[in-house]
């Protein structure tokens, strides 16, 4: 079947498109897909037209600068490449490739612990921002090792995943049989069949397996969904208190991924973590709530002076989309499927293609609301639901608006 060439991807849709051409339905279906009715993971899209940017007319833009700063480093924009598990489903050593995407572009990248590949071997492939995002085990010994190798390959920020005490029922995913080792059903064998490509490069490499689950917590159960999978490891019952213990075994900074209520960002700071990631996992576990976008200004504001860094994920698929992020506070963008898509379509080549599209994008969006770096993007979105409401209109729009209107 003919595919679009990567070149011509002018868009994180076009990525996707690629994406679904190249891999068989049920590993497409593995990245695409969310939990539920797939509500959440729609209405991250749709949060988005809530809020407006503000145009800027004659602002010298000439220079248009990306660069920030996240727990002392600089990076080259506001990006980074979040956690994803199995990547070395969807391209051969997808974690080296997503790796490599992100030192070429200078941005971290995180581990996930459901990667594919050996600590030592992501460690080798990244760059100085190297990241690492943990899910808690049951057992907590195992924990201890785990930080113990992620420090010594130094690994310098952690990022602790709790919105999944219980995985998200994603439909798609138990439809096809999606599972590890991959179960060979004759739809899945025909499913493969009609993606030779794929299949050659997964024949050359192999079947991709949860490498550092199975070098930690030992061989997963068979048949499983990858949920499933997850599910028998990590502990429901993990509270405030494994964050707090955490904080005491983990020196560098601490993020919390999964945050996205006022509550947890005070109790994250009482928990004294550096930074949280607003996210509902891509729509992928509790179906049913807010968009992430949504919920931002309000954790902004939560606890007086932003003493947190402030990341957000899940829907994010134009430069406008993380201008506006920015716009309301946000320190920088983590993207999940973005960057999974461009792995798709082309390894690491598509997974850079996939951050310089968002890159040029939001250099645009920047230049056309007047804002030469990313701090001056602040207060350049509003709320449309609230264009009545003084708090957002006196703090969202620039003054010189707000006279001539
Ligand atoms: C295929 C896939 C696998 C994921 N695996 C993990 C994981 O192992 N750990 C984790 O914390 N989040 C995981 N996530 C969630 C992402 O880190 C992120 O929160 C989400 O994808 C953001 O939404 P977006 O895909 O719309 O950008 C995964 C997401 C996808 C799409």
């Known amino acids: 079947m003919f595919t679009k060439p990567l070149r011509e991807a002018a868009s994180i849709a076009d990525l996707r498109n690629i994406a679904a051409r190249k891999l068989p339905r049920m590993v497409f279906d593995y990245i695409d897909g969310a939990s539920g009715a797939e509500a959440t993971a729609q209405r991250n899209r749709d949060g988005f037209d809530r809020f407006l940017l503000q145009p800027e007319i004659l602002v010298d833009v000439s220079k248009v600068e990306l660069k920030t700063r996240l727990f002392g480093s600089e990076i080259a924009m506001p990006f980074i490449i979040g956690p994803t598990g199995l990547n070395g489903a969807y391209w051969p050593h997808g974690d080296l490739c997503l790796a490599r995407a992100a030192k070429a572009e200078n941005i971290p990248f995180v581990m996930s612990t459901a990667a594919t590949e050996k600590l030592e071997d992501v460690r080798d492939a990244a760059g100085n921002l190297r990241w690492f995002q943990l899910y808690l085990f049951k057992d907590r010994s195992l924990v201890r090792r785990l930080l113990d190798s992620v420090r010594a390959a130094g690994f310098t920020v952690l990022q602790v995943t709790v919105?999944?005490?219980?995985?998200?029922?994603?439909?798609?995913?138990?439809?096809?049989?999606?599972?590890?080792?991959f179960r060979w059903t004759l739809k899945n064998f025909i499913d493969t069949a009609m993606h030779p490509a794929w299949a050659c490069r997964m024949l050359r490499t192999g079947a991709p397996t949860l490498r550092l689950f199975a070098d930690f917590v030992g061989n997963v159960a068979r048949g499983a969904t990858i949920a499933e999978v997850m599910q028998q490891q990590i502990s429901m019952s993990v509270s405030w208190d494994d964050v707090a213990w955490l904080r005491s075994e983990w020196q560098g900074p601490l993020v919390l991924k999964g945050v996205s209520s006022v509550q947890h960002m005070r109790r994250a700071h009482a928990c004294g973590v550096d930074g949280v990631?607003?996210?509902?996992?891509?729509?992928?576990?509790l179906d049913g709530s807010h968009s992430t976008i949504e919920v931002l200004p309000r954790l902004v504001d939560a606890i007086p002076g932003k003493p947190l860094t402030m990341l957000i994920?899940?829907?994010f698929r134009h430069g406008a989309d993380a201008a506006k992020a920015l716009a309301l506070g946000a320190d920088a963008v983590q993207l999940g499927r973005p960057t999974l898509y461009g792995l798709a379509a082309g390894g690491e080549k598509g997974a850079r293609h996939a951050l310089r599209i968002l890159a040029e994008d939001l250099s645009r969006a920047m230049a056309l609301t007047g804002s030469p770096t990313v701090g001056q993007l602040a207060g350049k979105a509003w709320d449309d639901h609230n264009l009545h409401n003084d708090v957002y209109r006196s703090a969202a729009v620039p003054e010189r608006q707000m006279s001539a209107a």
């Open 163 to 181: 919105d999944t005490p219980i995985a998200g029922r994603r439909a798609r995913d138990i439809r096809n049989g999606f599972s590890l080792p």
């Open 277 to 285: 990631v607003v996210s509902n996992h891509g729509g992928r576990q």
């Open 313 to 315: 994920d899940s829907g």
